[in-house]
């Protein structure tokens, strides 16, 4: 079921009309009911998944508090183990299967396992990472193991975030979901208004962005040095809008029903440098990547080659989460080592500005900063955004190409019709970019910017009026539920 689809508008009153009606004490159950009716919406067969890796982790954390030593150990290796196993076996087994396939053939040998039919279920990325959470915080004892399973269950498969995020702590979902809230008026006028600012950034901006991407990047041959710069910053807003625009419903929703779940993005694109965009885009994923693989591989500590091995390491894995695919672990090698260099080199631009008297225009600075980070962080998502690596390759090329192109009217007559779009059409989708992130800066002062209510049912109105007049009613997909 799709947060972008009538039978979702549908859904939701019903659940939240019947969890306020139902007693407290049988809320977590109606929950639960809800939440595995939403993911079978989809395919009802992969609720084993989500019941299995529930199931798993349930037990081994209930035991891992009698056991010590290797034991211990063992228990939390076996929840690595099934977890980390379906994940493997439907994201990446085809790609690792097509790896030794293709090494077999140079050798001039055949390889005997076929590839795999099965589909990619839908979250699966999203609820193993909690769920191993889970068990790694109940291992190092910062975490009593919950008793009440169908608790648990309703902590891993919780519809608003299920599918994709933001990936939550069962230190700070669980409580939640286990207290008792009472509507609250203005809590619940809130949610919704969240979402329906989530709802316009998906189905306004992102998927209107997104028609523009998708010709360009389906046309890699007649791409120049415009377009692909134009479509890859397009891509990396669409991809902003369309994942933020999901945490945002996901987030009122919870919000409706009295649960505050994590902030997942913290407007990026005004980073001033590459390592601080990351720190505010997809922020539950990052921290988890923090809590679970930097920080055990010893942080920033040890040594600038240990601190540059794990930033490494945490981006590769990204790229590998991401998807099963070399272009992915390429594209999270690049954001590694722009991160690095700039590491490397804060010093030295530190003392060049002062140098020049940079330092004495911070406003300026600020600007050049974040253009500069944001640009540089926008190059290394032609790996992101193209099917594989060739295609990539191919972009980057033709990037250095047909710049003489953009003083030519008639050149960009021929991509508006070849986009389909009017002239007005394709200003308007630009202005939603700087609209949207003045937006997204009002609603990060919220508790210290109270606007009359007059002016709210305004912004309101505005909002679902312009969705009616410029949305994309295509029930396009959430494009995170491919990862």
Request: glycine share 8%; net charge positive; aromatic share 18%.
């Amino acid at each position: 079921m799709l947060f972008n689809s009538l039978e979702f508008l549908l859904y939701f009153p019903v659940v939240v009309g019947l969890y306020f009606t139902l007693p407290h004490r049988w809320r977590w159950l109606h929950l639960l009911i809800a939440s595995y009716a939403f993911y079978m919406a989809w395919e009802p067969a992969y609720a084993l998944l989500i019941f299995t890796s529930t199931l798993v982790d349930y037990l081994i954390a209930r035991r891992m508090p009698l056991e010590e030593g290797g034991r211990r150990k063992a228990l939390l290796g076996t929840s690595l183990t099934i977890n980390l196993g379906l994940l493997f076996s439907f994201k990446y087994y085809n790609f690792i299967n097509e790896t030794f396939t293709d090494a077999a053939a140079l050798l001039g040998v055949a390889w005997p396992l076929p590839e795999s039919n099965l589909l990619l279920p839908v979250g699966i990325s999203f609820y193993t990472f909690q769920t191993i959470g889970y068990s790694v915080d109940v291992y190092r004892g910062k975490l009593e193991p919950e008793r009440h399973f169908g608790h648990f269950a309703l902590y891993v498969s919780y519809f608003p975030q299920l599918v994709a995020g933001p990936i939550e702590r069962a230190s700070r979902l669980l409580p939640q979901l286990k207290a008792e809230h009472h509507f609250d008026v203005d809590r619940v006028a809130s949610g919704l208004r969240l979402m329906l600012w989530g709802f316009f950034k998906k189905v306004v901006v992102a998927d209107r962005l997104a028609h523009l991407v998708d010709t360009i990047y389906a046309n890699p041959d007649e791409a120049t040095g415009p377009t692909v710069a134009l479509s890859t910053a397009c891509f990396v807003y669409q991809v902003y809008c369309d994942f933020s625009g999901y945490s945002d419903i996901a987030i009122g929703a919870a919000r409706v029903m009295g649960v505050d779940l994590m902030k997942n993005f913290d407007q990026p694109h005004l980073s001033r440098s590459i390592g601080e965009f990351w720190r505010r885009w997809h922020i539950s994923l990052m921290a988890w990547f923090r809590d679970y693989i930097y920080i055990p591989l010893g942080g920033s500590r040890h040594g600038r080659l240990n601190h540059y091995r794990n930033i490494a390491v945490v981006f590769l894995v990204s790229g590998v989460w991401h998807g099963a695919g070399g272009h992915y672990i390429v594209w999270g090698g690049v954001i590694a080592l722009y991160i690095m260099f700039g590491h490397a080199t804060s010093d030295a631009r530190e003392r060049f500005a002062v140098a020049i008297g940079f330092d004495r225009l911070p406003r300026l600075r600020a600007v050049y900063q974040v253009v500069t980070a944001v640009g540089i962080n926008y190059t290394a998502f032609v790996f992101f955004r193209a099917p594989d690596m060739p295609t990539a390759l191919h972009m980057y090329a033709q990037a250095f190409s047909g710049w003489g192109l953009l003083l030519d009217p008639g050149w960009w007559n021929e991509w508006l019709v070849r986009l389909g779009w009017s002239a007005g059409l394709f200003v308007f989708a630009m202005c939603l970019v700087p609209a949207t992130e003045l937006i997204e800066f009002r609603q990060r002062h919220l508790d210290r910017w109270k606007a009359p209510t007059a002016l709210r049912w305004a912004g309101d109105w505005a909002l679902i009026v312009g969705a009616l007049l410029f949305g994309v009613f295509t029930r396009e997909a959430f494009v995170y539920f491919q990862f």
